[in-house]
């Protein structure tokens, strides 16, 4: 029987049966699609893996994707409704604040539903990260419940995991952080050109950075794997996990090589909407626990 419910925003980039299976409670971030002057408004909450597909495709095909912060109301009504369903004691994740306000935003709701229902705790994680970097979050949160764990211990420790989680992000095209301001226009042309793949990490402020400039894909694994024998995988509950933007021919030959150094199958999953947005199809990423803290 769990003792506290995990709750998160859509940016944690879960699929909806684990979702469903560890009833974590999920509040969905908006993006909107721009193809051919039409504007359409979704709701990040994939259920098949060929919706993640056909987004990707989207993409490919000349769409442009908007997305915006969930804003304070969204929030109060998700903590509300779980309030209302019995939920006592919450654990809530977050999109880093590095990024976006939307943490600051969770915590202000919060607050105001503890201030109208006596009695219940609303505790929100910023995660420092984005998409499966604040999974893991997720992940560590149920792990520790379902081990027996209180709320208390759990809080604990998904707040001392975030800096010691690790990342190596390759993008496959440089027009998506042009347009994020993460690299000015020049570079961009001069990038896509030469074949540049970005290899981009999070600040221990949860700011997203180039760190690499790779000639091919194949350069931007070695440096992921270079960056892993640095920081080397904690043994202790390892967890090393890819993402990709359909991507999944390469995730798997990352993961390949992964597994042939360090004996451990990475778990690969697909990247939801709304980071993707910002990182554009064909990017590969991926993250693991280390006794290190992450570096600047």
């Known amino acids: 029987m769990q003792n506290f419910i995990i709750s998160s925003d859509s940016t944690c980039d879960l699929y909806a049966d684990y979702l469903r299976e560890q ?6 971030l908006t993006y909107t699609v721009e193809k051919d002057g039409v504007l359409t408004e979704n709701l990040d909450a994939f259920t098949e893996y060929g919706q993640y597909v056909e987004f990707y495709e989207q ?36 999109l880093s604040s590095g990024l976006s306000p939307t943490a600051g935003v969770a915590a202000e709701a919060a607050k105001a539903v503890m ?33 027996g764990k209180d709320f208390a211990q759990t ?16 993008a496959n095209d440089l027009y998506y952080l042009k347009r994020g301001g993460r690299v000015s226009a020049v570079a961009a042309a001069a990038g896509t050109l030469l074949k540049i793949k970005p290899v981009l990490s999070f600040t221990s402020e949860g700011k997203l950075t180039v760190v690499e400039k790779c000639k091919g894909m194949k350069k931007a694994f070695a440096y992921a794997l270079a960056k892993m024998e640095r920081f080397n995988p904690s043994e ?11 991507a999944k ?3 798997d030959e990352l993961a390949d090589m992964i597994e042939a150094r360090w004996d451990f199958r990475p778990d690969v999953t697909i990247m939801g909407p709304v980071i993707g947005s910002h990182v554009g199809p064909g990017a590969v990423a991926v993250i693991w626990k280390t006794e290190q803290l992450r570096e600047d």
């Open 23 to 28: 009833d974590i409670r999920m509040v969905s």
């Open 59 to 94: 993409l490919r095909q000349g769409a442009f994707s908007r997305t915006s912060m969930l804003n304070f109301e969204s929030h109060k009504r998700h903590f509300e409704q779980i309030v209302r369903g019995g939920g006592k004691e919450i654990m809530h994740f977050s």
């Open 115 to 147: 201030e109208e229902n006596p009695g219940c705790t609303i505790e929100v994680v910023d995660s420092l990260a984005a998409t499966i970097g604040c999974g893991a979050l997720v992940k560590a949160a149920v792990r520790l419940r379902d081990e």
């Open 155 to 170: 809080l604990a420790y998904v707040r001392g995991l975030p800096l010691h989680i690790q990342y190596a992000i390759i």
């Open 236 to 246: 202790e509950n390892r967890m090393i996990w890819i993402v990709h933007t359909d």
């Open 249 to 251: 021919e390469q995730a």
